[in-house]
């Protein structure tokens, strides 16, 4: 009976990674646990560990999944769009593998998606621990005035980026109700599969930073909608004390916010929306190393005995260690540009 209902599913669940695999295990098992069936999944695995990609394999085939894997990274823009071209459904629905989703999470995202007609819907999205109870992202704005936004000449052109709604707020809180938003987050979305045969796929030339602006520009520049579903709640373990950076994590951490994948994003996301004259870029550009100092140099300085704590020497460490770390940055981003274009040129991935 399980197997004819995911026959009938109108929606395919896609797996992708963020910046990291610790968690890849736990948030499928998560996903298994709270998500009713009719769906289908596509667990799309590039480039996680040995061990961890074995646990995702089994766990897709005792539950009837498709898991797909490449051996090497791609970025998420990339691995989101090979999900969307395997799937058939009415529906994607997108969640990454370190998101955990509460029950009836799914279900709300539908049963929105059908009564609203809207392209996009996105969930309340929280953050930290307890799960589900901390607000990281409900709802919010690229632009004051989206007429003049996509009217004004380019040189007067002003991104607003305030796309964080009430974070940092209980849940408890603050009262929300479904509503149209600007933006939405893509740590879990649901998208009308025919929105990338009218709109196009997810840009592949943004390989980190502002893709999920960049996509909800996409949506609304071609007259679409995106809805926020706050009936439907899923956590983002962001990296924090709780859930930090692990070791099996740094290659992938260190490529996805490596300073040459940041500066590629947002000089192709300035140029293709005409931002050139936007200030926003001049200063986001500073702070393309600040993920590393808090995902990387902060939790191994951390583990030394009596000065780990000391902001000073943290501060000290990031100093010497940062060039090195954005030296391995930019020779991982040449090895994986290599590598997706043998995969594109000639390569399969495996599918079970």
């Not at 896609?14 to 009719?38: C, G, I, K, M, Y």
């Not at 992938?252 to 994948?261: A, G, M, T």
Request: with cysteine; charged share 25%; hydrophobic share 35%.
């Amino acid at each position: 009976m399980t197997n004819i209902k995911k026959n009938q599913a109108d929606v395919t669940v896609v797996v992708t990674a963020r910046d990291r695999f610790s968690l890849a295990v736990r948030s499928l098992e998560n996903l298994v646990a709270v998500t009713q069936h009719p769906y289908k999944l596509i667990y799309i695995d590039a480039g996680s560990p040995a061990s961890v990609a074995k646990s995702l394999k089994q766990i897709c085939e005792s539950n009837g999944f498709e898991y797909v894997r490449f051996n090497h990274f791609l970025s998420p823009c990339q691995s989101r769009n090979r999900g969307h071209h395997m799937s058939k459904t009415k529906y994607v629905a997108y969640i990454e593998n370190d998101v955990m989703a509460s029950e009836g999470w799914l279900k709300a995202l539908i049963k929105c998606g059908e009564e609203t007609g809207a392209e996009v819907i996105q969930p309340l999205i929280c953050q930290g621990m307890p799960l589900h109870t901390e607000i990281h992202q409900a709802g919010g704005n690229f632009t004051e005035d989206m007429d003049a936004f996509f009217n004004a000449p380019s040189q007067s052109r002003r991104l607003t980026d305030k796309h964080l709604n009430h974070q940092g707020k209980r849940v408890d809180e603050v009262e929300l109700e479904r509503t149209e938003t600007q933006v939405c987050e893509v740590h879990c979305i649901l998208v009308k599969r025919d929105t990338f045969e009218r709109f196009g796929d997810f840009d592949e030339n943004m390989p980190c930073s502002k893709d999920h602006i960049d996509f909800s520009i996409t949506i609304w520049a071609n007259g679409g909608r995106i809805m926020l579903e706050p009936s439907s709640v899923v956590t983002f373990c962001h990296p924090d004390r709780y859930n930090p950076v692990e070791v099996m994590d740094r290659p992938i951490f260190i490529l996805r916010w490596s300073p040459n994948w940041q500066r590629k994003s947002l000089n192709h996301f300035r140029k293709k929306w005409g931002l050139e004259s936007d200030p926003y870029f001049e200063k986001y550009q500073k702070l393309t190393k600040w993920r590393y100092h808090d995902g990387v140099v902060r939790p191994m300085i951390r583990k030394l005995p009596m000065i780990g704590h000391s902001y000073k020497v943290q501060a000290i460490a990031s100093k010497a260690m940062l060039p090195i770390i954005s030296a391995i940055g930019t020779h991982l981003g040449n090895k994986q540009a290599s590598q997706t274009a043998n995969w594109n040129s000639r390569e399969v991935p495996t599918s079970y």
